[in-house]
């Protein structure tokens, strides 16, 4: 793509695998191969199948093979020692700050519901928030991220889980990576830019053409 993304923001479920053996390790491995081509950096949201593979489960207080081929394909090589973090980014030219958010639904507890309300209160010009499941599922953070980001000030929740694409006020969801797809939605991607009259426009991609097939303004 020209202008080239300067980076990736993955949205969860990176494998169908058994939660013991080796088959995990295998599937993470066949992604990061994918993933290689792309030069830049990929911050990726924990997904269910990260977990157990149910969408209410929570692996805060158990390892799986899953969540383990996870974190040490997509999470350790960045830097990271959980599956929850922030990315901070700076204009070069000092004219504003913003941060990326990636929670991980799968492995909550009071403890990342203290960082993220942290997090979400450290004041920066932009804030994107990145997570599995959209809003109103029935994973473990639900009930509680989906009250706090009502009142929390961004400007644009990225989440999958449904696999398929559409987009409702702040909310994108970009579940059209791999599963099978629901509705009309084909496989794609999103980009996400910064506008110079203000707001981010945001652009779905067909993956085999190429093309636009969508586009809209966040503010």
Not at 136 to 147: A, F, L, R, Y
């Amino acid at each position: 793509m020209s202008p080239r993304p300067q980076f990736v923001v993955a949205t969860g479920d990176y494998m169908f695998a058994k939660t013991t053996g080796t088959n995990a390790a295998s599937q993470m491995a066949l992604y990061a191969q994918a993933r290689s081509a792309f030069s830049g950096p990929v911050f990726a949201a924990m997904g269910n199948h990260e977990c157990t593979g149910y969408t209410n489960s929570n692996c805060v207080t158990q390892t799986t093979a899953n969540l383990t081929a996870f974190m040490n394909t997509l999470v350790r090589p960045i830097g990271r020692t959980t599956p929850y973090y922030s990315v901070p980014f700076r204009d070069v030219n000092g004219q504003w700050t913003a941060k990326l958010v990636v929670t991980a639904c799968n492995a909550w507890d009071s403890t990342q519901q203290g960082w993220l309300a942290a997090e979400l209160a450290k004041p920066t010009t932009y804030t994107f928030i990145a997570r599995h499941e959209p809003t109103g599922s029935t994973g473990p953070c639900n009930t509680t991220m989906d009250s706090m980001l009502q009142t929390a000030t961004y400007n644009l929740l990225l989440v999958g889980h449904t696999h398929t694409y559409y987009h409702s006020g702040k909310e994108l969801v970009e579940g059209v990576g791999g599963a099978p797809i629901s509705g009309s939605a084909n496989y794609g991607y999103a980009t996400v830019e910064q506008q110079t009259t203000g707001g981010f426009r945001v652009r779905q991609y067909d993956y085999q053409t190429g093309q636009q097939v969508s586009t809209y303004t966040v503010q």
